[in-house]
């Protein structure tokens, strides 16, 4: 056994070959916090992590209306080369017309006691293999290690 590689990567397929590890990356729902999360999903996919990359539809649209491109095919990580990382929306609670910037208050409370119903939801479907699974979400978020016990799966705060 690899004393470098965390236990969860050490997870086998039933012929015997270990399993890629699988990291859910889930950053705060602000371009401050989901820049620095792509570019470590980028990092993670490149030591052989498959990654699962979780934005909100509300930052989605705002990122994908900045390139003046369709939200309905625009995927952050389709140019990477060589990454293995998947793009999963949810929805943060709140309409996209939804002004979050003016109502910053209902926003956060939504974030506190909205969004991680949608979370949990999301990562019961993208969870397939918890003995090969790590959640890696945004500090800012008070959720994660419920959610990661219900399911679980390790986590870590970034």
């Known amino acids: 056994m690899d004393p470098l590689l965390p236990p969860m990567a050490m997870a086998r397929e039933a012929n015997g070959r270990r399993k890629k590890p699988h990291a859910v990356v889930i950053p705060y ?25 979780v934005n909100t539809e509300s930052v989605h649209q705002r990122t994908a209306d900045a390139l003046g491109v369709d939200p309905r095919s625009y995927d952050v990580f389709a140019g990477a080369r060589c990454a293995d990382v998947r793009y999963e929306l949810v929805s943060d609670g709140f309409p996209l017309g939804f002004d979050r910037s003016l109502n910053h208050d209902q926003f956060m ?10 979370m949990e939801e999301l990562l019961r479907r993208v969870v397939v293999d918890p ?6 979400v945004d500090t800012f978020f008070v959720w994660p290690a419920t959610v990661a016990r219900k399911l679980g799966v390790p986590y870590v705060s970034f």
């Open 109 to 118: 409370e939504g974030l506190l006691h909205v969004i991680p119903a949608h």
């Open 29 to 53: 729902p602000m371009q401050g916090h989901v820049i620095p999360a792509a570019h470590l999903s980028l990092r993670l996919a490149a030591r052989g992590f498959a990654v699962t990359f």
């Open 131 to 136: 003995a090969s699974t790590c959640l890696v």
